[in-house]
């Protein structure tokens, strides 16, 4: 089992509406999660950070975190043309490691 | 610019040959770390550093791979033999340890081993 599970995708969603993207852990003793987006050919760029249980709100971005189930999402609102790449699940583990997921390309088309 | 910086861009190399990355990191980030990234999948952890101090490599990386941060700034990554298999981009971040978990990382240098 990976330590950090995403589904690949694509992820396809009109514009306007909401993309919902998911990802499991597996070490429960993890205690920060994020969220990267990666353009083709470029870097990942981190979007979003969540420590506690519950939603936070950024913008069109919400990240939602339930450790009991230890599952991480990522909603966008509103999606955008522009909000096309992949987004990378990643979570501070064991050895305060940063460990990602494989990513989900999501596709927004106009 | 201030951000994380690698050299070079692209690498092309033939089976065998030994190859040398650099990453130069945000000046006042004192922890540096290496990933890799095939096409298709998120980054591999391979190694980090505080200072100049390696406090982690990847189980999985195989001892033809070496990470140096001599003097705690830059950093370079050396390749021996270098395989088909490693084929890859390789991603240099960094962060601050004082401050948000944030790693920032550099464009990545693309190895293409023929």
């Given amino acids: 089992q990976k330590e950090v599970e995403q589904n690949s995708g694509p992820l396809s969603v009109p514009e306007g509406a909401i993309a919902s993207l998911n990802c499991t852990y597996s070490d429960r003793g993890s205690q920060s ?17 969540i420590y506690s249980n519950g939603d936070k709100e950024d913008g069109r ?7 009991a189930s230890q599952y991480v999402s990522l909603l966008i609102r509103d999606s955008q043309p522009s909000d096309s790449a992949t987004y990378l699940c990643a979570v501070v583990g064991a050895g305060n ?9 999501l596709m927004v088309k106009p | ?8 861009r692209h690498k092309i190399t033939k089976r065998g ?26 980054p ?14 990847s189980r999985l990386l195989s001892d033809r791979f070496s990470a140096e941060r ?14 088909q298999g490693d084929s890859a981009m390789y991603l240099c971040a960094s962060r601050d340890t004082g401050g948000t978990e944030k ?12």
């Fill in chain 1, 33 to 49: 999660f994020f969220w990267y987006r990666q353009y083709s050919g470029k870097s990942p760029e981190l979007i979003m950070s």
């Fill in chain 1, 61 to 67: 971005f919400t990240a939602q975190l339930n450790k």
């Fill in chain 2, 17 to 42: 040959q030994n190859v040398t990355f650099r990453c130069d990191p945000i000046s006042e980030h004192n922890r540096l770390y290496w990933y890799r990234q095939t096409l298709g999948q998120g």
């Fill in chain 2, 103 to 114: 790693l920032f990382f550099g464009s990545g240098t693309q190895l293409s081993v023929l």
């Fill in chain 2, 70 to 83: 001599p003097k705690g700034s830059f950093s370079t990554l050396e390749i021996q033999r270098t395989e």
């Fill in chain 2, 1 to 8: 610019d201030t951000g994380v910086s690698q050299d070079p």
């Fill in chain 2, 44 to 57: 591999e952890f391979l190694t980090y550093f505080q200072n100049e101090a390696q406090l982690e490599k």
């Fill in chain 1, 97 to 105: 490691m940063l460990t990602f997921g494989g990513g989900t390309r």
